[in-house]
């Protein structure tokens, strides 16, 4: 008969899992920069879309779309979504490049809500 030894170490037991457990990751705070069309029934009833583009809506053109930001703030304990719509085209390659220096979002939202007001 072959005698069975227990390992020393189980699973459970490796130092990598007992560091994630004793230090779980933060859930950390994004925000989204989002493109989206805008629809508006005209008197006539048709429906159309803004920005208005003629010919094809080229995905890679920031001006032929709306932009919005939206992120998760923790209000009472619970997660909510938030969002701002009508970013101003001229602020989006500044919020793109914020989001990569990787910027606080309070700073980001802050950028997004003063050109806004620069109207």
Not at 20 to 32: D, L
Not at 40 to 54: D, F, M, N, Q
Request: hydrophobic share 30%.
């Amino acid at each position: 008969m072959q005698s069975k030894t227990t390992p020393e170490n189980f699973l459970e037991d490796e130092p990598q899992q007992q560091e994630a457990v004793q230090n779980p990751k933060r859930r950390q705070r994004k925000g989204c920069l989002y493109k989206y069309i805008e629809n508006k029934t005209l008197k006539c009833g048709k429906i159309a879309s803004y920005p208005r583009v003629i010919g094809h809506r080229d995905p890679d053109n920031p001006t032929h779309w709306r932009w919005g930001f939206n992120w998760e703030e923790k209000v009472d304990g619970e997660w909510k979504g938030r969002s701002i719509g009508s970013v101003p085209i001229g602020a989006i390659a500044l919020i793109q490049s914020m989001q990569k220096s990787n910027i606080p979002l309070e700073e980001i939202i802050s950028f997004i809500k003063r050109s806004k007001s620069k109207k």
